[in-house]
Nanobody
Framework: VQLQASGGGLVQVGGSLRLSCAAS????????MGWFRQAPGKERGFVAA????????RYADSVKGRFTIARDNAKNTVYLQMNSLKPEDTAVYYC???????????WGQGTLVTVSS
């Protein structure tokens, strides 16, 4: 299983970014896909998740209303649209896949998001 995350970068407060995670090596119709993030000096934390067949989604309270997770089944790709970005969103963002909403067994390499004030 391989996950390739991309789309990170430097953005100003209030700006937007869209992260992508292309997955291969697994039949993803039975698995969750999600995004986690890790800020400097902090543990990795949950951001958002989506299941493949039904489009069920879940968000961390800190990103509700600002971030949207979506998937393209044909491309085995999951996206994270991030709007109204804040400095506290600065982190390395990781995509993962697994059997549960918060249980992941494969991870991508991470993509850095930096929000400048």
């Amino acid at each position: 299983v391989q996950l390739q995350a991309s789309g990170g970068g430097l953005v100003q407060v209030g700006g937007s970014l869209r992260l992508s995670c292309a997955a291969s090596g697994r039949t993803f119709s039975s698995y969750y896909m999600g995004w986690f993030r890790q800020a400097p000096g902090k543990e990795r934390g949950f951001v958002a998740a989506i299941n493949w067949p039904g489009g069920y989604t879940r968000y961390a309270d800190s990103v509700k209303g600002r971030f949207t997770i979506a998937r393209d089944n044909a491309k085995n790709t999951v996206y994270l649209q991030m709007n109204s970005l804040k400095p506290e969103d600065t982190a390395v963002y990781y995509c993962g896949t697994g059997t549960g909403l918060y249980e992941y067994d494969y991870w991508g390499q991470g993509t850095l998001v930096t929000v400048s004030s």
